[in-house]
């Protein structure tokens, strides 16, 4: 499973990047916002930083502004994805783009018949919104190992991107049901690294190697 970072803090992916373990980056309207930086600017420096999808999300409703805002973005760098809502003039949006070669992730997905619609229109990844479905109720590691099950059963090439993660279950689970990409926010970089005994075996190691006057110049 590839893990992408979902932010638009340069900051934030520049410390995660180093750890050498992230394979793209998911943005959205609210993420850029929330940094108040200029977004252009911002995603170019991420593409100098992670090689790997960067997703850009279109803020337009009609299908020519979509495919006009998604050329744009796309024209940055070869490794940006146009993020295109799922609505109807997404999916011609989608169809368009794909037509040319511009890489898609339909996002805002709840159901596997969106995901289907997506996938048949040309979409490169689709992104189910883990976290959201739970939040009324519903099952979201469900709706992933549906869409993941009904890409294979089918043999559709699009790929399953779960956002929308907010804990190590979904994590876990995303594992379990085979999504091929988990986006997630950097606090739970930092939970999937830590771990007590880690911490607690490590210490014991140091200070038992401390401890030991003999063992000292092994590393001279
Ligand atoms: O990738 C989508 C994600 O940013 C949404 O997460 O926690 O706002 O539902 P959340």
Same mark, same amino acid.
């Given at each position: 499973?590839?893990?992408?970072?979902?932010?638009?803090?340069?900051?934030?992916?520049?410390?995660?990047?180093?750890?050498?373990?992230?394979?793209?980056?998911?943005?959205?309207?609210?993420?850029?916002?929330?940094?108040?930086?200029?977004?252009?600017?911002?995603?170019?420096?991420?593409?100098?930083?992670?090689?790997?999808?960067?997703?850009?999300?279109?803020?337009?409703?009609?299908?020519?502004?979509?495919?006009?805002?998604?050329?744009?973005?796309?024209?940055?760098?070869?490794?940006?994805?146009?993020?295109?809502?799922?609505?109807? #003039? &997404?999916?011609? #949006?989608?169809?368009?783009?794909?037509?040319? &070669?511009?890489?898609?992730?339909?996002?805002?997905?709840?159901?596997?018949?969106?995901?289907?619609?997506?996938?048949?229109?040309?979409?490169?990844?689709?992104?189910?919104?883990?976290?959201?479905?739970?939040?009324?109720?519903?099952? &979201?590691?469900?709706?992933?190992?549906?869409?993941?099950?009904?890409?294979?059963?089918?043999?559709?090439?699009?790929?399953?991107?779960?956002?929308?993660?907010?804990?190590?279950?979904?994590?876990?689970?995303?594992?379990?049901?085979?999504?091929?990409?988990?986006?997630?926010?950097?606090?739970?970089?930092?939970?999937?690294?830590?771990?007590?005994?880690?911490?607690? &075996?490590?210490?014991?190691?140091? #200070?038992?190697?401390?401890?030991?006057?003999?063992?000292?110049?092994?590393?001279?």
């Amino acid at each position: 499973m590839q893990i992408f970072l979902d932010t638009a803090n340069v900051t934030d992916i520049k410390q995660y990047a180093s750890w050498g373990i992230v394979d793209g980056v998911t943005t959205n309207p609210s993420l850029m916002a929330k940094e108040g930086t200029d977004p252009k600017a911002a995603i170019t420096e991420i593409t100098q930083v992670v090689d790997g999808p960067i997703s850009v999300e279109v803020v337009a409703e009609d299908v020519d502004t979509m495919v006009e805002q998604a050329r744009t973005v796309a024209a940055w760098h070869p490794n940006i994805y146009a993020k295109i809502p799922m609505t109807a #003039a &997404g999916l011609q #949006a989608v169809k368009q783009l794909s037509a040319e &070669g511009v890489k898609t992730n339909v996002t805002l997905v709840f159901s596997v018949t969106q995901a289907l619609l997506a996938a048949k229109a040309g979409a490169t990844l689709v992104s189910p919104f883990v976290g959201r479905v739970d939040d009324i109720g519903g099952e &979201g590691l469900t709706l992933v190992a549906d869409i993941v099950q009904t890409f294979r059963e089918y043999g559709l090439s699009t790929l399953v991107l779960a956002a929308s993660l907010r804990h190590m279950g979904h994590i876990t689970g995303c594992l379990r049901v085979g999504a091929d990409i988990a986006t997630l926010p950097p606090r739970l970089l930092d939970q999937m690294l830590a771990h007590p005994q880690t911490d607690s &075996g490590l210490a014991k190691f140091n #200070a038992d190697w401390a401890d030991c006057d003999a063992c000292q110049n092994l590393y001279q």
